[in-house]
């Protein structure tokens, strides 16, 4: 009966290691987005305000929607450079988050 107790204290120790581990990934991996989703927009938003000020200094239409392609283009190629970046750093999220999952399954199949 002590040997059961033993090996469900411990089983519950290394669950609650393995939820704090992941709880802790988790937050390291949301400031990763965050931090990364914050670049972008300042740098968006830059690109922007710079295509403001060449879109009011314009003397021909033909400049103007010259800009506007360019820009459009531009801004397209960063939005799906960044929304690989985004996803990648999801995917090392979520691996760093069921990494520690993987020892409490193995105690779990090992127990039965």
Known sequence: MVANFDSVQQLGKEQFEAVSAAAAAVTKGW???AAETTDYSKK???KSRLLAEKLIAVKKIDEAFALQTDFA???YEDFIAEAA???EL???MAKEVFKPMESVTKSF???E
């Open 31 to 33: 400031q990763s987005i």
């Open 44 to 46: 968006s938003f830059e």
């Open 73 to 75: 283009k531009s801004a």
């Open 85 to 87: 970046k985004i996803g």
């Open 90 to 92: 999801y995917t090392s």
């Open 109 to 111: 199949t090992a127990a």
